[in-house]
């Protein structure tokens, strides 16, 4: 075989080669981000779960506590923020005013002792307290997932193919600033 032809077919492997690898790292980096926005599907299916029991929530303690006016209104428009929030900053800070408006609805539930014992009501803070769990689970595995899709298209040689390809970062979903203040707690 002449040299010519060797050294061609030497290059042509090497482009087949070449080839091969930027495929496969362009299908990994649609796998990782189409497993960030599955992610992020969670959240939201989490969030409109937990925003579906809130109406509920509020029409019982309205039952027992009726001059509490300013903290149902809170708790609702809270809710329809969350509803309609887009992209995962706005959902962010809409999940955290919900999350401050429940709370206040919780503390207004101290001051009406037959409200905490009120079978309704047991059941609906169960299902919201679930709820939020789950919450915390999707945001984490959110978080996670955005991670490593993130590390993979900033390390070398994939953030080449990632810049050409028109893969970006994604944003994680990050705590409030009322999330990371530290409670007061007095006895």
């Known amino acids: 075989m002449p040299t010519g032809t060797i050294v061609l077919l ?68 809270a809710r329809s923020q969350v509803l309609n929030a887009k992209g995962v900053e706005a959902t962010a800070k809409a999940d955290a005013e919900l999350s401050s408006a429940i709370s206040r609805l919780l503390v207004t539930v101290e001051a009406y002792p037959e409200l905490k014992a009120n079978q309704n009501f047991l059941s609906l803070q169960a299902e919201l307290k679930d709820a939020e769990e789950k919450i915390r689970y999707s945001r984490q595995f959110y978080n996670d997932t955005t991670m490593k899709y993130n590390t993979d298209i900033q390390i070398f040689p994939k953030n080449i193919l990632a810049g050409m390809f028109g893969f970006h970062e994604e944003p994680l979903f990050e705590a409030s600033e009322a999330d990371r203040a530290v409670p007061k707690v007095q006895f």
């Open 10 to 77: 030497v290059v042509l492997g090497v482009i087949v080669l070449l080839v091969i690898f930027a495929i496969s790292v362009y299908n990994g980096l649609v796998v990782l981000r189409n497993r960030v926005k599955n992610a992020w599907a969670q959240i939201e299916v989490q969030l409109k779960n937990r925003a579906d029991l809130i109406p509920n929530l509020v029409e019982t303690v309205k039952g027992y506590a009726t001059h509490e006016k300013e903290v149902f209104e809170n708790v609702t428009r």
